[in-house]
């Protein structure tokens, strides 16, 4: 993740967080994260900022996130 970060310079680290998917719910998104929003927390991890707004926290608390390589 580190690497992939450093491609774009404008990047902070990774925006995550969830979003209404219709009458199903919620849905995961993660996103570059280039600028920090009112709200935000931030955590860091292995030098990866992560971003996550006020609302989305109590509903991604707990949530692992995998980053792998996809070929």
Sequence with gaps: MQRFLQRDPAALGLRFGVERTGCSGWGHVADLARDRRDGDVVFEQE??????DAQSLPLVDGTRIDFGHGG
């Design 47 to 52: 030098g990866v900022r992560i971003f996550v």
